[in-house]
């Protein structure tokens, strides 16, 4: 399959301003299942300087800076990919990963570096939530198949346009939240049963939806000998080749597709769109 993405982000400003630096999470991260055949990224006003990197968790970002005044910054982006088809359950995990009996425990796979994919807030009540799906199944897959389905069944998927992230305690406690919201309440719920996770922003298809596609976010489990396994909890799946991460991180806030100050008195309007077409 072969689908061509469209991402424009666009800020409006009342006033003038100087932009600063800025860092654009807008770069298809690298997987086995999907090739990147075309990628373009258009900035304008078009920045003085402009540089492809990698971050510390290996997050390939685009840095620019600018100079003069301006009342708008607008990013276009266009790629086109090709997937191809696979199951997310298709592995043999590590015999020393292990169900224990509060918590998986990584024997031997345990290193500084998985540890900071861990900590978590220690919230009692959502920590009881996960706890009783850890009681009541048997293995690693049989447990995140039940808690992302009652995730998905139990809580309200909502359009949530301000920036940030709900607390963890709030989106459970209201059953309620934007997918990035539920995906922020995932982490905690598998941290708390020993599970290294972390937060994914990025693309979506579902080529039942005919109206605009947005950008979507989902968590990632790391199980040895598996890798980093995928959840929806918006949709309850696990995630397939329809799923294309744009930055991943322990920290939701570093997934930020556009990370960046201004100089000047003046407020800023956020317009997004996303258009996933199949060619």
């Known amino acids: 399959m072969i689908l061509e993405i469209k991402h424009n982000t666009r800020y409006n400003y009342d006033n003038e ?29 078009t920045p003085i300087g402009l540089s492809a990197l990698v971050n510390l968790e290996n997050t390939a970002y685009y840095q620019a800076w600018f100079n003069g005044h ?26 020393s990963f292990q169900k224990k009996s509060t918590y998986f425990d990584y024997g031997k796979f345990m290193n500084p570096l998985l540890k900071s994919y861990m900590n978590h807030l220690g919230l009692g009540e959502i920590k009881s939530y996960s706890s009783n799906f850890y009681q009541i ?26 920036d940030g992230f709900q607390s963890p305690y709030l989106t459970f406690t209201q059953r309620s939240g934007s997918c990035r919201d539920l995906a922020f309440m995932m982490m905690e719920m598998l ?10 922003s990025g693309y979506a298809f579902n080529p039942e939806l005919s109206e605009e596609h947005n950008l979507h976010a989902w968590v990632e489990v790391y199980i040895p000998g598996a890798g980093w396994v995928g959840l929806d909890p918006s949709l309850g799946l696990f995630t397939d080749y329809n ?26 309007e956020l317009v997004t769109f996303v258009d996933i077409q199949q060619k």
Request: aromatic share 14%.
């Open 70 to 95: 301006t009342s708008y910054l607008n990013i276009e982006i266009k790629s086109t990919i090709k997937t191809i088809e696979f199951n997310p359950l298709n592995f043999i995990y590590e015999s």
């Open 243 to 268: 799923y294309f991460p744009l930055a991943t991180s322990f920290d939701p806030v570093n997934t930020s597709p556009v990370i960046g100050t201004y100089g000047g008195f003046s407020s800023a």
């Open 17 to 45: 301003v100087i932009l600063n630096p800025h860092t654009f999470y807008l770069a298809l991260q690298n997987r086995t299942y999907f090739q990147v055949l075309e990628f373009s990224i258009h900035i304008d006003p």
């Open 191 to 200: 941290k708390s049963v020993g599970l290294a996770t972390r937060f994914v």
């Open 137 to 162: 199944t048997n293995d690693i897959v049989t447990f995140l198949n039940a808690i992302n389905e009652d995730v998905h069944r139990n809580w309200i998927h909502e359009i949530r346009m301000e």
